[in-house]
DNA sequence: CCCATTTGCCTAAACGCTTTAGGCAAATGC
DNA sequence: GCATTTGCCTAAAGCGTTTAGGCAAATGGG
């Protein structure tokens, strides 16, 4: 029986691309051994079940997306490093929308705080070093770019903004004015 | 055989305190069939079929929530209105992760378009009467507050904001500031 | 009140995905 | 060249989904 060189390297980018093609939550094991023209069993030496091969493409795409994210922020500081920041993660959504979903997959603790993750918030807190934010506020920041990030490309994902003017593409760069405008002037808490 | 009364409606229900219970993604028919004791074919006189169910249970969280949030606004304007929309959103996907898990699911665009998230995209836009925005930025405005709503309720959901300091409550009444600091500042576009 | 019809839940069965156990053959390395 | 390891296999059990067809309980007209 010839042997088609199965890793579990190999399982998880295809299962990648698997997603990207049918949908995340459509990739399964038995789709991704038909694909490789192999018995589903066979995945079962490289993957512990169909739980672990989802986690790892998760892990795989919070990698990918923290790469790609790095990239564009490289040498850029400011606005400049938050839009290539933000259109890192929208693009990343638009050309892989299934690796995409798998990024938002639910990780338990453990294997969020291992995952590339931690990357993705250290990379958002160097980019609010542009602007003038004492803590709290630079967490309250962080994770509302986190929220909106998410929210937006989760959002354009389902089409909710597909179909109706203006366009999504206008919406983003002027929420990211917006995010901007807001981030340098970031209200003081009101004293009540 | 007893009968149990099952009817397209109860089963909703019952499914929607289930996904409360386990998680949207656990909802079963069969499931389903065991708490109602009764054998899973059943079901299908009432569903059309496991993807049927979940879209029902989906339309039914959409409009409780649209309500809650419709009780949540009455009455009130500007940001007012604004955080206690706000907190609606993220007191439902406290109390019921579920449901709110099932309001995020991907609706067909016929579906959606007959579903109350057009309620949702409604309240949104009054509320954005109590400031001063003009189209298009109206349009951006409300995509950015969905967004976000969504993003964090959904972060929140998976933990990303527990076991740090600041608390997720601080934060959330942290960002209703400064969306509404925003909305009332709101940048013009940039001439370029 | 009885009988016909409708309705509700049933059994049976097929199909697909998951997972484990055990086997054989190809690759590896001494 | 042979022993060991490794990789993919077959077999089988378990569970969720879905359809087809049956029987009994509810419903309602005469």
Partial sequence: MARVGLTTERLVRA???LADEIGFEQVTASELARRFDVKVASL???VKNSQDLKTRIA????????DRAADAVAGRAGKDA????AHAYRDYGREHPGRAAAARLRLDPETAAA??????AQMT???LRGYDLAE???THAVRLLG??????VSLETAGGFSHSAPDSEETWTRILDALDALLRNWPAPPTP
């Fill in 115 to 120: 995952s590339a993750g931690v990357r993705h």
């Fill in 59 to 66: 892990l795989f795409a919070l990698a990918e997306l923290a």
């Fill in 15 to 17: 299962g990648a691309e």
């Fill in 136 to 138: 709290p506020d630079q």
């Fill in 44 to 46: 079962y030496s490289h």
């Fill in 125 to 127: 807190r160097a980019i």
């Fill in 147 to 152: 929220s909106v990030f998410h929210g937006y």
């Fill in 82 to 85: 938050l839009t290539a920041f």
